[in-house]
């Protein structure tokens, strides 16, 4: 079994993990500790503050330490907090639920940042692209069956057992990252922690292309984490569907995830990146304004077709940028530019997350539609406006 397969089990199962959790924490906030909109989103806060948190020191481990050892390590730190996520929700104990959740996010955001700096190693600058595909295959997969899972059973089953399924990812994980080779080390640096890190937000933000892809990745995260939180009362008290609605159309968003992560592998020689890099943004505004105009009465199959477009955009490209920041990069500071994107990725989903609660708590979740369709309308700007439009293939890409 090649690296990048046996990278794609460890990160099927990571993403098992993650996207069960995605779906379970606002159900279960609402269904087991019966929270206010403010209360599931400072869950979901907590839960995707791990890559706030976690992002800037695991990019300096990971461009120093051992890469087959520090995806293990992401494994077992998931496989823990999301037992004791479990532990939690039958104790009724719910800072320790957010605690817990916080914990295995952190194990995600290693096992990110790691298997993005594998990839480089084992792949050249032609089947990059290809290579990224395929990790980012699994997490489209799991980002359709786990909700959908989720969707179908949280009705039957205890809340807690729902968290079961996120352990069984992380167990499949470990078993995976255990087959990994071992890579050399990277020599042992001499700047200061604090010089180290500086230097990589200087050179992305000093690069034309990193730039604007983090723009971008600050508003539609900011806008995401929002819809997540906004979703949950406009299913229940604006469009009144069922409550397992949420499962489905998330994992109508992993459809069309599945969908764009297949595409993006097969298209990537055929087409300029730069329509991939404007198409995903783009697609995203466009999903977001048909939230707006989905009424009572309608038929749920409008929020799952508008789900099915915001991932099948946005994922294509996840897997465009990701080959755009690995082939720009240096390799000693590849660990670092990750991180400091990586921060901005899913740093940024936190404060969407509050935001949105705030909102849909006080205005109401016409208003949390109006402002996640504002945050995806900025990212397509950011986009448009930049250097992006002008790449026109990977091969000419590389490190300042």
Not at 59 to 69: H, S
Request: charged share 5%; glycine share 10%.
């Amino acid at each position: 079994m090649s690296v990048v397969s046996r990278l794609s089990g460890a990160a099927l199962g990571t993403h098992i993990a993650d996207q069960t959790a995605l779906v379970a924490v606002p159900l279960v906030a609402a269904l087991a500790f019966g929270a206010t909109p403010e209360l599931i989103g400072l869950l979901v806060a907590c839960q995707t503050s791990a890559h706030l948190i976690g992002s800037i020191p695991f990019g300096i481990v990971v461009d120093q330490g051992r890469l087959r050892a520090l995806a293990v390590t992401s494994a077992a730190i998931s496989l823990v907090g999301f037992g004791m996520a479990a532990a939690s929700v039958l104790l009724g104990l719910v800072v320790l639920f957010g605690v817990s959740i916080t914990l295995a996010g952190l194990g995600v955001v290693l096992f990110g940042l790691t298997s993005l700096s594998i990839l480089p190693r084992v792949t050249d600058a032609t089947t990059l692209p290809r290579a990224n595909a395929s990790l980012e295959l699994p997490r489209a997969v799991a980002s359709f069956a786990a909700p959908l899972c989720v969707g179908l059973l949280i009705a039957n089953i205890p809340t807690w057992s729902i968290l079961a399924i996120a352990m069984a990812g992380s167990a499949l994980a470990l078993t995976f990252t255990a087959t990994l080779p071992t890579f050399d080390v990277a020599p042992k640096a001499t700047e200061p922690v604090v010089a180290r890190i500086r230097a990589g937000a200087a050179y992305l933000v000093g690069h034309p292309l990193l730039r604007p892809i983090a723009l971008f990745a600050l508003f539609w995260n900011l806008a995401f984490a929002a819809l997540l939180v906004v979703l949950v009362p406009a299913i229940q008290s604006l469009w009144l569907f069922e409550a397992g609605a949420f499962g489905i159309g998330l994992s109508a968003f992993g459809a069309g995830a599945i969908l764009g992560s297949w595409l993006s592998g097969r298209v990537s020689a055929l087409l300029p990146p730069w329509i991939i890099l404007l198409f995903g943004p783009g697609s995203s505004a466009l999903a977001a304004s048909g939230l707006l105009v989905l009424e009572e009465g309608a038929s749920p199959i409008w929020l799952y077709a508008c789900l099915l477009l915001l991932g099948f955009g946005p994922f294509m490209w996840l897997i465009a940028q990701n080959s755009v920041r690995q082939l720009v990069s240096p390799p000693q500071m590849l660990g670092r530019v990750n991180a400091v994107i990586q921060t901005t990725i899913y740093g940024a989903r936190p404060l969407g997350a509050l935001l949105g609660g705030t909102v849909a708590g006080w205005f109401g979740p016409e208003a949390g539609l109006l402002l996640v369709t504002a945050l995806f309308s900025v990212s397509f700007a950011a986009s448009a406006a930049s250097d992006l439009r002008r790449v026109q293939s990977y091969a000419a890409l590389k490190p300042l």
